[in-house]
């Protein structure tokens, strides 16, 4: 069984902090990635994907990838509390033919003013 | 921004009837997908579907759900015998080849 695994939370930063979001996976192989957003009673919203060892950056958010550890994090620099999400892991199985994600239970954000 | 489009937004139904959840996928995409999420859990993955078949289902996907691509547009996932653990948000996604996933807003199944 494929899993992917998060800290729960919820994690309470301060508005203006940083935010670190950490995510683990069991199966070495997975090659692609993706950080969702997802806020009470609303859908997955795509945030970020990343398929390379190291970081990527878009904006506020950096994504950071470590395949020997299966390890894929995401930074939010300046939080703001429009931030206060779950944020969710989710990592590409290729199992079947055309891949579907397997998700994390999410991390809940609090963005405090 | 191009969407995918789920109708209804929220259903109630009845323990043992039928429903049909409809989605609108985006229109260049070929892979399509539900997913579902029980309140306070995981999104879980339930069926993909490419060149009007499907390619993988999850142990969930059993016997009283199936899927159809009507007509060009349309992605239907149908449960015929709803249970109360049924009750769930249901999701459609869809992708090109190499893209993320984008998901629909998905629609709130109650089984009463």
């Not at chain 2, 996928?25 to 539900?34: A, D, E, K, Q, T």
């Not at chain 2, 009507?70 to 948000?89: H, Q, V």
Request: proline share 4%; glycine share 8%; hydrophobic share 30%.
């Amino acid at each position: 069984q494929k899993e992917v695994e998060q800290n729960s939370g919820p994690l309470s930063v301060p508005e203006g902090a940083i935010a670190s979001l950490n995510c683990t996976y069991s199966d070495r192989g997975s090659q692609s990635f993706f950080w969702y957003r997802q806020y009470s009673g609303k859908s997955p919203e795509l945030i970020m994907s990343i398929y390379s060892n190291g970081d990527k950056e878009d904006g506020r958010f950096t994504a950071q990838l470590n395949k020997a550890s299966q390890y894929v994090s995401l930074l939010i620099r300046d939080s703001q509390p429009s931030d206060s999400a779950t944020y969710l892991c989710a990592v590409e199985d290729y199992g079947g033919s055309q891949g579907n994600l397997i998700f994390g239970k999410g991390t809940k954000l609090s963005v405090k003013p | 921004e191009p969407e995918v489009t789920q109708t209804p937004s929220h259903q109630v139904t009845q323990m043992g009837q039928e429903v049909i959840l409809r989605c609108v996928p985006i229109s260049n995409h070929l892979y399509f997908y539900w997913y579902r999420q029980i309140l306070g859990q995981k999104v879980e993955f339930l069926v993909s579907f490419y060149n009007n078949e499907i390619s993988e289902k999850s142990e969930i996907f059993d016997d009283q759900f199936s899927v159809e691509r009507p007509d060009g547009s349309n992605f239907t996932l149908k449960i015929r015998s709803t249970k109360l653990e049924d009750s769930a948000m249901y999701f459609c996604a869809s992708k090109t080849g190499s893209d993320g996933y984008t998901f629909g807003s998905g629609t709130r199944l109650t089984v009463v």
